[in-house]
């Protein structure tokens, strides 16, 4: 397993709230609440609770626990691919009318 030591000021990482823009876009909702079931370690946490690591041509997000990669977030010309293959459930709230 990779180790990385960082000062608390550069941390490689960001929370799950730096998916709230990009996917709301292409969703129209809030994704920050979404529930992600991690097919590594199989706990589920909000997607707000996820490490995005945002240096990288995408966005990464990975479990906090295990660190597996949950979701891969990609922007390309007239498209958002959303790489979910890492979450065995995405578990959405229902809006309330």
Request: glycine share 10%.
């Amino acid at each position: 397993m990779l180790t990385v030591h960082v000062e608390a000021d550069d941390a490689p990482w960001v929370d799950g709230n730096a998916l709230a823009g990009p996917l709301g876009e292409i969703m129209g909702t809030d994704l920050t609440v979404a529930e992600l079931t991690c097919a590594g370690c199989r706990t589920t946490r909000p997607l707000a609770a996820m490490r995005v690591f945002d240096r990288a041509p995408g966005l990464v997000a990975r479990c906090p626990g295990c660190e597996d990669v949950v979701m891969r977030v990609v922007r390309m010309t007239g498209r958002v691919l959303v790489d979910v293959r890492g979450s065995l459930i995405v578990s959405l709230p229902v809006p309330t009318a």
